[in-house]
């Protein structure tokens, strides 16, 4: 005899499957709060903590910029230029400016090949970029080992401000900039020294 799910669940009895379901969710949750696979991604971590710690220097930059720049506004308008400094709405301060990417700057300034990987334009751009890196599998750093887990990073970041440069899209809109860790995380979809059938 059969025994009917819906019967089971009136008489407060559960089925197989949704023994097994509950089983599943509750792994899951507890992979949710555990900590423990975290700390084996130090160099993931450590990306997010770079990230992070730029932009908040950015940020104390843009404001304080603005402050010296425009002192009529600071500090009756304090909360709102800090506001839109975090947003991403006010004009970036000198230390953004100084490394984000344009192909112009960078032909005399190098280090924005790289340094623009780390810069962000918006806590939202920010907090994208982190969600993207967090969701990444933990195998992926694993697996690549450390070092070649940040080599890809760097070198997707440098390829993708190739790509734009050659691409000729600062020609089109000289104010156009290249920010932010979208081009490295690119660079683990699908790695090059990654042969197809490895796992």
Known sequence: HTANPTCLRANGQWDG???????????????????????????RNTLIAIC???????????????????????????????????????????????????????????????????????????ALNIDALRRQPAWLETGLGGGLYMTTFLL??????????????DGVNVSSVVLGASGGICGFFRPPWVSPGQK
Do not use: C
Not at 20 to 43: A, G, K, T
Not at 84 to 104: E, I, M, N, Q, S
Not at 156 to 169: E, F, Q, R, T
């Open 156 to 169: 997707s970041i440098v390829a993708g401000n190739l790509g734009y440069s050659h691409l000729g899209l």
């Open 17 to 43: 499957d949704d023994l097994r379901y509950i089983s599943r969710l509750r792994r899951r949750i507890r992979r949710s709060f555990s900590f423990q696979s975290e700390y084996d991604r130090p160099v």
């Open 52 to 126: 992070t710690m730029v932009f908040v220097w950015q940020t104390i930059s843009t404001v304080q910029w603005i402050a010296r720049t425009h002192p009529a506004y600071w500090p009756s308008k304090a909360p709102f230029i800090i506001w839109d400094a975090v947003l991403g709405t006010a004009k970036p301060g000198p230390f953004t400016r100084d490394f984000l990417f344009t192909v112009f700057r960078a032909q005399r300034q190098p280090h924005r090949w790289l340094s623009s990987g780390f810069v962000h334009g918006s806590l939202l751009h920010l």
